[in-house]
C-alpha cells in the first residue's frame, strides 16, 4: 500500500492542526495504522495507533488528551487531530501501516509496520 501524508504546517502554541493519511492500492480495512514523529536530531517515536479493523486506539503518554486518532472508512483515510500543540510537538510525523491487528508494545515499534508515508513537517511556535 502506499501512504500520502499531508496537514502539516506552522502553528502558535495553543493551537490545532489535522493530519491526514491516504492510501492508494489497496483499502486499509485489514490494517494496522500509526503515526509516528522524528524532531530534528532524535529518533522516531511513536504517536498513536488504529486498529481499522476493531477501531482500538493507543498512544503515547505525550499526547494522550491532546491528540485523537481516527479513520474515515469510505475515504480510506486515517486523521490524526491535534489540539493544544507544544513546541515539542515540533516534528516531521509519518503515517504508517501494516497488515493484521495489533496490541500492546507491538503497536509503539516501528519495526511492525511495513509502509510509510512521506512525511508531513509540524512546526509549533511559542
Known amino acids: 500500500v502506499q501512504l500520502q501524508a499531508s496537514g502539516g504546517g506552522l502553528v502558535q502554541a495553543g493551537e490545532s492542526l489535522r493530519l491526514s493519511c491516504v492510501a492508494s492500492g489497496r483499502t486499509f480495512s485489514t490494517y494496522a495504522l500509526g503515526w509516528f514523529r522524528q524532531a530534528p536530531g532524535k529518533e522516531r517515536e511513536f504517536v498513536a495507533a488504529?486498529?481499522?479493523?476493531?477501531?482500538?486506539?493507543q498512544y503515547a503518554d505525550s499526547v494522550k488528551g491532546r491528540f485523537t486518532i481516527s479513520r474515515d472508512n469510505a475515504k480510506n483515510t486515517v486523521y490524526l487531530q491535534m489540539n493544544s500543540l507544544k513546541p515539542e510537538d515540533t516534528a516531521v510525523y509519518y503515517c504508517?501501516?501494516?497488515?493484521?491487528?495489533?496490541?500492546?508494545?507491538?503497536?509503539?515499534?516501528?519495526?511492525?509496520?511495513?509502509?510509510w508515508g512521506q512525511g508531513t513537517q509540524v512546526t509549533v511556535s511559542s
Open positions: 488504529i486498529n481499522w479493523s476493531d477501531g482500538s486506539t
Open positions: 504508517a501501516a501494516v497488515i493484521g491487528t495489533y496490541s500492546g508494545s507491538s503497536r509503539l515499534n516501528s519495526q511492525t509496520y511495513d509502509s
